[in-house]
C-alpha cells in the first residue's frame, strides 16, 4: 500500500489547499502557477506536523524519505547538487501555518553550507567575501533556531569582529574578517554543544524541519493562537526552497512590500529593501533600508518587473498582499506573498475602497476586517514616541481593551475625590465589588491582582468602555498601607503608571495618550454590515449614558439592564440597607416605597434614551451580602446611622453570609422568599414605561426578566407576581402597552427543561457566564488562578469565560433554544453574557438560530461586523 502523501512540490499545489501546505505554501504553490518567478521547492504539510507530534516528536521514515525525494526532484530543477563540493544546493527552511502569524515562527537560511560546500560557493561565484558571508549568517541561524543557543551570543562576537576591525556595518567587514568570524561561531557552537557544528547537510535539513515543527508550540506561538482563536491541531507546515541570494553584490538585494500601506490604508505601494542583503537584514533593522520606490533608480528593469507582479497579486486575491521578495544579480524572485496584517483604520479604507474599485462585493469585504481590530478604534491608545522607552512591569489579563494612564489610588473613595480635584486616576484594588463602582466611574484604567476575564472588574470596565488589567498576579497589593510591590519595586498612592488593556501590560510610568480617530469608512463599511447580518445587536447597558453611548455604536436594543448596578449609588444604599435589615415584610414595603421612585426615576431614563427599541430589564440577582459591609469598624458605623446595635447588625450580616453566594439566595430566589421586592421594581418598570409612552408615544414593550431559574414552578410563582402587578397599573393608566416576561437561561437545569420553561416564558436569554460557570463547575472570580496551568498543559486552549465553550455549554444553548422553539414558536431568543461581543461566540448564535446578541457598548460594533461575517459564511434566511 502507497504511504500517504506528506510532501507537495510547489507546482503540486494551489491557494486552496491552505489548510493542507499552510498559507505560505499555498501561495508558492499558486505562485508557480501563475508563472511568476519563485525559487523551487516543495512544501512539508501541516499532517506531517501533527503526526510529528502524534509519533513523540519523531519525524517517521515515511516523512524523511519523501522530503529526500522531493530534493532530488529541486536538485534535477536547479541543476545543482545538495552538499555537492562543485555546485552545491543551498535552501531555506521557514514555517508557514494555515494562518498568518507574523514573526511568531523560526526561518533558517543558506542550509547546506558546511566547510567544504563553503569553497564551492566561493568557486562558482568567484565571491569569497559572499561566501563566508552566507556560511556566518546560517551557523548562527541555525544554532539560534535549531539549537536554542542564544543569537546575542554571536552578534556579540559580530560586534567585537567590526569594533577591532574599525567597521560600521556588516558589509565592511572583508572575507578574512567573516572567515575569522565563521572560526569563533563554530567555536562558541562546539563550546555550548559539548560537539562540533554539523558538517552533514541532510542532517542539517532534518534538523531545521524539526525545529520548525517545534517552534509551532514555543511560548509565543502558543500565545499568538490563544489570542487569534488558532487551534493548536492544526500544525505548521515546513517551506524548503532553493537560495536565491540578495548578497551578491550591487546588482543584488532583498525586500519586503505591501500593496498598500499596512497603516494608513492609502493605495500606494509600500515597503524597502537593502542592496547586497539577506532577508533577516531587513527585517532586523542592522541597516537603514530604502523605500521600494528608490528601486527604480537602482534597477529600473527590477522595479518595473516588481510592480506588474505586485499588481497581478493584489489583483488575484482580491486583498493587500504582503511579499518579499530577492534580487539575485539582477534576476527578481518572489519568496511569498500573503494577505497582509494591518492597522484597523487601514483595513476599513482597503476594504471600502476595494469595493468601490470593484475588485470585490461588500460580502466579501465583510471578510477582510478582523472583529477584533475595531476595538481599537473606539478606545484611547498610548502616543507611539513615547511607547518606544516604556518598560513593562507586569502582565495581567488584557480584560478591557483600550489605555490609561494616572495616579494609583487603592479605595474608590480615594479614586472619585482625587478624580474630582482634576487628577487622572487608576484604581488599582486586590478585586473589585459592586460597591467601588464609583470610584470605577472616575477612574481612566483599573488594575487588579485577582479575577478573570469575566470577573466584576472586568464586565463592568468593559461595560464602562474603560481601561482593564485584571488578574495580574504579579503585583502584591497592600491595601492598608496604600502600595503595591512589583519586581521588588514599590509604588505608593499618587504615583503614576500605565495600562493597555488590550496586551495586559502595566508600566511603571505615565504615558501620554491619544483618543482614537474614527473615519468615515469606518460609518460606511458598518452600515454594510447593517445591510448583510441576519443577527440582532443588543446592548448590556445599566445607565442612561451607557445606553446613549451604545446607541451611538449601533445597538438595537438593551439585551440586559442590572438593576443591582443602580442600588449601589449613595443616596439608595441607605433604603437598600433598611430593606434587607428589616425584620418584618411591613418594614421591608416601607423601605421599598423608598426605593421604588428612584427606580422608576432609573428607567424612565433608559427608556427615553433607546426610544423605540427594545429593553430587557432583569429583576434583582445578587445575593443581598453584597450591599452590606463586612469589616467590623463599617459595620459599627452603618449601625450608629441606622440606629440599631452593632451586635444586631453583625448578628444580621454573619447569618446573611453564604459559603457559596453564587449558587446562593439571589435571582429568582428573592422574590420567592420576598415577593414585594418584584412588586416593587415591576411597579417601577411599568409605571416608567407608561410615562414615557405618555411623553413621547413611543412604541415601548418593557421586558422583564426573572433571574437564575432552574424550575418551571420557580418562574410562574414571581411571574404571577409580576403579571399581576403590571396587569393592575396598565389598566389603570388606561394605555393599551403590551410587555414580555421571560427568563434567563443560566442554569443548566433550565436548558435541560426549556421546553417546560418555555410554556411560561416569552423569551429566552442566555446567561452564558453563570451558564459557563455551573456547566464547568468553575468560579468564574477563582478560575484565573489555575487555568494558566490548564493552557500550559493543553487540556484548553481558551479560556471558557470569554470565548463560548461550544462543545459544551454550546450544547445546553443550542438545545434549550431548540426546545423553548418547539414549546413556543414565537419565543425570542437571544445571549446576554460576556461571549454576545466574541466574534466566534457570535457567529455560534448566528448558527444556532438566535435572535440577537447583546454585549457591552463598546462592544457593540464588534458583534455587528461578526454577525455579518457570520451571514455571509452561513447565510440564513
Known amino acids: 500500500m502507497a504511504s500517504k502523501k506528506y510532501v507537495y512540490l510547489f507546482n503540486e499545489g494551489n491557494a486552496s489547499m491552505k489548510n493542507l501546505l499552510g498559507g505560505k505554501g499555498a501561495n508558492l504553490a499558486e505562485m508557480t502557477n501563475l508563472g511568476i518567478p519563485v525559487p523551487q521547492g516543495f512544501t512539508v504539510s501541516t499532517e506531517a506536523c501533527t503526526k510529528y507530534y502524534e509519533d513523540g516528536k519523531k519525524l517517521s521514515n515515511d516523512i524523511v524519505e519523501q522530503i529526500y525525494a522531493s530534493l532530488s526532484n529541486i536538485e534535477k530543477l536547479t541543476g545543482k547538487k545538495f552538499g555537492n563540493i562543485e555546485n552545491p544546493l543551498l535552501v531555506s527552511v521557514r514555517s508557514g501555518a494555515r494562518a498568518s502569524m507574523p514573526g511568531m515562527m523560526d526561518t533558517i537560511l543558506n542550509l547546506g553550507l558546511n566547510d567544504e560546500t563553503v569553497e564551492g560557493l566561493l568557486k562558482l561565484t568567484n565571491n569569497e567575501r559572499f561566501a563566508y558571508d552566507s556560511y556566518r549568517r546560517f551557523i548562527q541561524m541555525f544554532s539560534d533556531v535549531v539549537m536554542g543557543i542564544e543569537k546575542r551570543r554571536f552578534e556579540d562576537i559580530l560586534d567585537e569582529v567590526k569594533e577591532s576591525k574599525g567597521a560600521k556595518f556588516d558589509t565592511d567587514l572583508s572575507a578574512s574578517d567573516l572567515k575569522d568570524v565563521v572560526k569563533k561561531y563554530k567555536a562558541l557552537y562546539e563550546k555550548e554543544m559539548g560537539k562540533e557544528f554539523p558538517q552533514e547537510p541532510k542532517e542539517q535539513l532534518l534538523e531545521a524541519v524539526t525545529a520548525v515543527f517545534r517552534s509551532w508550540d514555543n511560548p509565543r506561538a502558543i500565545v499568538y493562537r490563544r489570542l487569534n482563536d488558532i487551534p493548536s491541531d492544526w500544525g505548521t507546515a515546513v517551506n524548503v526552497q532553493s537560495m536565491v ?94 494577505n497582509g496584517k494591518r492597522t484597523a483604520q487601514a483595513a476599513l479604507k482597503i476594504a471600502v475602497e476595494m469595493v468601490e474599485e470593484g475588485l470585490i462585493t461588500k460580502k466579501e469585504a465583510m ?39 494616572g495616579k494609583v489610588y487603592f479605595t474608590a473613595e480615594d479614586a472619585k475625590m482625587h478624580h474630582e480635584q482634576g487628577e487622572k486616576v487608576v484604581l488599582v484594588r486586590l478585586e473589585t465589588s459592586p460597591e467601588d463602582i464609583e470610584g470605577m466611574v472616575a477612574a481612566e484604567g483599573i488594575l487588579t491582582a485577582r479575577g478573570g476575564m469575566t470577573s466584576h472588574a472586568a464586565v463592568v470596565a468593559r461595560g464602562m ?67 448583510i447580518r441576519a443577527l440582532k445587536v443588543r446592548t448590556n447597558a445599566d445607565t442612561p449614558r451607557d445606553a446613549s453611548q ?69 429583576l434583582l440577582d445578587p445575593p443581598l451580602h453584597e450591599f452590606l459591609p463586612h469589616e467590623d469598624e463599617d459595620i459599627r458605623d452603618l449601625a450608629k446611622e441606622m440606629g440599631i446595635s452593632f451586635e444586631d447588625l453583625k448578628s444580621t450580616v454573619e447569618s446573611l453570609h453564604e459559603f457559596n453566594p453564587m449558587m446562593g439566595h439571589r435571582g429568582c430566589r428573592l422574590p420567592v422568599s420576598y415577593p414585594e421586592m ?91 457566564n453563570d451558564l459557563t460557570q455551573m456547566t464547568f463547575g468553575f468560579s468564574r472570580d477563582d478560575a484565573g488562578k489555575f487555568l494558566k496551568d490548564y ?13 463560548l465553550d461550544q462543545v459544551g455549554v454550546g450544547k445546553l444553548v443550542k438545545m434549550a433554544a431548540e426546545l423553548g422553539r418547539k414549546a413556543r414558536p414565537d419565543i425570542h431568543l437571544g445571549i446576554c453574557g460576556e461571549h454576545g461581543g466574541d466574534p466566534s461566540s457570535v457567529e455560534f448564535c448566528h448558527n444556532v438560530g438566535l435572535d440577537y446578541v447583546s454585549c457591552s457598548p463598546f462592544r457593540v460594533p464588534v458583534a455587528r461586523l461578526a454577525a455579518a461575517q457570520a451571514q455571509v459564511k452561513s447565510p440564513r434566511k
Request: aromatic share 8%; charged share 30%; hydrophobic share 40%.
Open 465 to 531: 468602555g474603560t481601561c482593564c488589567v485584571a488578574g495580574c498576579g504579579d503585583v502584591k497589593i497592600n491595601e492598608d498601607a496604600k502600595m503595591f510591590e512589583v519586581a521588588g519595586k514599590v509604588y505608593h498612592e499618587g504615583d503614576y503608571i500605565s495600562l493597555d488593556g488590550s496586551t495586559g501590560n502595566v508600566y511603571g510610568q505615565a504615558i501620554k495618550t491619544v483618543e482614537p480617530e474614527i473615519s468615515g469608512y469606518f460609518g460606511i463599511y458598518m452600515a454594510w454590515a447593517d445591510e
Open 550 to 618: 451604545a446607541i451611538k455604536f449601533g445597538a438595537q436594543g438593551i439585551g440586559l439592564c442590572r438593576t443591582e448596578h443602580m442600588f449601589f449609588d449613595e443616596d439608595r444604599i441607605p433604603a437598600v440597607r433598611e430593606m434587607i435589615l428589616s425584620k418584618t415584610e411591613e418594614q421591608r414595603r416601607k423601605a421599598l416605597d423608598k426605593l421604588l421612585p428612584m427606580q422608576r426615576e432609573d428607567f424612565i431614563g433608559i427608556y427615553e434614551a433607546m426610544e423605540d427599541r427594545p429593553v430587557t430589564i432583569r
Open 245 to 338: 541570494f540578495g548578497n551578491m553584490g550591487e546588482t543584488s538585494g532583498t525586500g519586503v512590500a505591501f500593496t498598500r500601506n499596512p497603516a494608513t490604508g492609502e493605495k500606494l505601494i509600500f515597503g524597502e529593501y537593502l542592496i547586497n542583503a539577506q532577508g533577516e537584514d531587513v527585517v532586523a533593522g542592522i541597516r537603514t533600508p530604502q523605500p521600494i520606490t528608490k528601486l527604480h533608480e537602482d534597477l529600473p528593469d527590477c522595479y518595473e518587473q516588481f510592480m506588474d507582479i505586485a499588481n497581478r497579486l493584489e489583483n488575484h486575491y482580491k486583498d493587500m498582499q504582503d511579499m518579499e521578495f530577492t534580487i539575485e544579480q539582477g534576476k527578481l524572485y518572489f519568496l511569498q506573498t500573503r
Open 678 to 768: 418584584a412588586e416593587m421594581q415591576t411597579t417601577a418598570i411599568i409605571e416608567a414605561a407608561i410615562d414615557v409612552k405618555k411623553r413621547n408615544d413611543y412604541d415601548i414593550v418593557p421586558e422583564i426578566m426573572i433571574p437564575l431559574v432552574g424550575e418551571l414552578k420557580e418562574l410562574k410563582f414571581v411571574k404571577d407576581i409580576v403579571v399581576r402587578i403590571a396587569d393592575e397599573i396598565i389598566a389603570k393608566s388606561g394605555i393599551n402597552m403590551k410587555y414580555l416576561v421571560g427568563t434567563m437561561i443560566e442554569i443548566p437545569r433550565a436548558a435541560l427543561t426549556a421546553d417546560e420553561i418555555a410554556k411560561e416564558a416569552e423569551f429566552f436569554s442566555f446567561g452564558t
Open 367 to 405: 471578510l477582510k476586517v478582523d472583529p477584533k481590530q475595531l476595538d481599537s478604534l473606539l478606545h484611547p491608545n498610548f502616543d507611539q514616541d513615547e511607547m518606544k522607552n516604556a518598560q513593562v512591569i507586569a502582565k495581567g489579563l488584557p480584560a478591557s481593551p483600550g489605555a490609561a494612564c
Open 791 to 803: 493552557y500550559d498543559k493543553k487540556i484548553y486552549e481558551s479560556d471558557p469565560f470569554a470565548k
